[in-house]
């Protein structure tokens, strides 16, 4: 969980309904990066990027990726892709 200098923890502001597809880091979820899918409830649906199951977080624990983290996962896929045989 994220934390601040004093090492006390800190959610995110919460964020608006983003587009399917986004991409966003679950701080509450040990970082993991995964595509924004859908609600459940007071939760959002992401899917983890390359595919596999979907989970569901708190929006308030969620935060956008940065331009350069989003690049990175992009690259990231496409060299897993490439290395599948596929694009």
């Given at each position: 969980m994220p934390e601040d200098d004093d090492g006390a923890l800190t959610r995110h502001e919460p964020l608006q309904l983003p587009s399917p597809?986004?991409?966003?880091?679950?701080?509450?979820?040990?970082?993991?990066?995964?595509?924004?899918?859908?609600?459940?409830?007071?939760?959002?649906?992401?899917?983890?990027?390359?595919?596999?199951?979907?989970?569901?977080?708190?929006?308030?624990w969620l935060r956008a990726l940065t331009p350069a983290e989003r690049l990175s996962v992009e690259n990231a896929l496409r060299n897993l892709r490439s290395s599948r045989g596929g694009l």
């Open positions: 597809g986004t991409l966003f880091r679950d701080t509450g979820h040990g970082d993991r990066v995964g595509e924004f899918r859908g609600v459940a409830g007071p939760y959002w649906s992401l899917r983890p990027v390359g595919g596999g199951v979907e989970w569901e977080a708190e929006p308030e």
